[in-house]
């Protein structure tokens, strides 16, 4: 044992010389390059003298930032986190000017420009030389991780903790079971190393999600166990006047706060769980970059505190700065090209965007796979993470755009360290993929038609119209992920919500239409008598599928084309079934919505086309979900194999709720209780699970196109 720990020992100090050396050629080089830093006294010095000036220098740097710049972090902890991102450099540029007049008589000088220049080379080499050296030591390498995400690594011969395996739960947010198909096949699959899972360890299977097929309604079944009345991505709520928009923090507070009240479940995480980058909490103690804990305030917001974790470490804090500038200048250049190669369909991409897109595939990625790998070296028993990175860029580049593959790899080389951090944890870990929706593609109803939603529904109300179609705000998930990082107030409500007008919302391809003047549900009888060209207007329009209605008389209606209508009270059809093009399944999703309280007045869900699956987006989106039609309602679940199928006898796994039930299951099937690591031995308490109702089974949708 002794043995051991001199070994050990040794090889930390051999590590750190290593480093040393290598931070000090690197200053040696960077004086000879750059003409505003030098290491030697005004009238020159021997090269002995110049080299031990770097020497001191770079030990300087290295100590301050091993003592100085973890406390740095902790006390701007309620800066916004992006903000802190975007200091790394300054930061780093002070406590190199700090290491200069450590050097006796004034031979280390340079400009504050400059100091940021070399600050930034000097993490960035002693980080890759760090990484190097432990990638061939299996103990520096956990070592490496542990100080990645922030936690402190274990003593040598410590205890490994149960046997019992924890599991990691990774949502790849957008990724259709087609396109992690597609991705994972071939000579050179895009993903290399989820293709090796894929029928060997890992089985892989679709899901169908409800008719809200969009993160909000998912994840929040997924992780709380019921999305009853979360009737899309954003709605109005007559009773109160408030817009709830899935993703901000306020919503996702509440929308949290009900599906807890609902169930009497705290959520799948509860028992020593983790969430990270995810819109709710599912109960866990641990988040970081979790939507429905954001609006906290101050020092105790733990979800704004899981970016020290990150960026308590120089060297990451430095890439992930430099990978963000990187991002956002890619973005720029593959917007110019799509615009050079006239690609068609194409929605703007200025802005904000590219901050925007490089946030949710650079710093939410880094810091969310940090937080995962942390937690596993930590033994937690149950993790859930989104990385929202192919979502965000497939909204505005098309989900089969090659934009899209970069991000799709990238992904799969975090995958990859989740698996090989699992190694190196104190207990087995068993990691399942999953998405929450998939994304169609199509031209925005705008961009077709020339005209927006509310354009079309102020005109069948025989109210003006603008000349020219206004723009739609997109809904993407980032969004407001990144308002909340710099710590912004929510983005202003949309729509008109004052007077007689109607609130006209979108969420992908599904449309909301509601009258606040009127305080319940306005039916279909007193809508022909206010505005009769209204629903012709909707429902005879080429780019709508259907138009939800409920009739005084007949009950929910889904009104079509050509007339035709669809009771779903009664199942009678008159003329051409509107919801046959959306497959059998979507009688049931529809039924279902038609039953929540906050149900919008009108309902509408755009036109698909059944060859290639297209749909037409109400808001700025050329890959868009939300709706039924196309690839959006399929994600896929991809589980160890050692774990039981997800439905017995290859039923079709519909509805986020019915995955909450599998997860659930999933985490009971150990062999022994599931204890955290430092547990006792025994059973601990442990609050009881609700026993899961039965797996539904439901008549699946066939493989078409439009089927949900």
Known sequence: MRTARWKALGGALLRVLAVWVVSSLTLLALAVVLPDFRLQAAGGDSLTRTAFTAVLGAGAFGLLSALVWPLLVRALLLVPALVLGLLVFFLNGSLLLVALDVIPEGRGQTTPETAVIVAAVMSAASSATSTFLAVRNDEAYRRRLVRLAGRRGRRAGADRGPATPGTVFLQLDGVGHDVLRAATRGERPLMAHVARWIDTTHRLTPWHTDWSSQTGASQLAILHGSNEDLPAFRWYEKESGDLIVSNRPSSAAELQRRAVARTGDEGLLAYDGASRGNLFSGGADQVALVMSVAARRGRYNRSRAGYFAYFSDPANATRTAVSFGAEVLREIGQALRSRCRRERPRVKRGGLYPVIRAFATVVERDVVVA??????????????????????????????????????????????????????????????????????????????????????????????????????????????AARAALGRPEGAADGDRRGAHPVVLASGNLGLVSFPDVPDRITREELDSRHPALLGTLAGHPGVGFVLVRSAVHGAVALGPDGGEHHLDTGRVIGADPLAPFGPGAVDAVRRTDRFPHVADLMINSACDPATGAVHAFEEQIGSHGGLGGPQSRPFLLWPAELTPPVPDGAPLTGAEQVHQVLRRWLREVDGPQLPVGAAAEEPHRPPEPEPNGLRRKSGPPEGACAP
Request: aromatic share 4%; glycine share 10%; charged share 25%.
């Open 371 to 480: 937080a995962v790998v942390g937690d596993m070296l930590a033994g937690r028993t149950a993790v859930y993470a989104d990385l929202v990175a192919y979502d965000e860029v497939a909204h505005h580049s098309g989900p089969t755009h090659r934009d899209t593959h970069q991000v799709l790899r990238r992904l799969d080389r975090c995958i990859a360290l989740i698996a090989e951090a699992a190694r190196h944890a104190p207990r087995p870990y068993r990691i399942v993929l999953l998405s929450d929706h998939g994304q169609s593609p199509g031209a925005t109803f705008r961009d077709r038609y020339g005209l927006t939603l509310g354009d079309l529904v102020r005109a069948g109300c025989g109210l003006p119209v603008r000349r020219r179609a206004g723009r739609t705000p997109s809904g993407a998930e980032a969004r407001e």
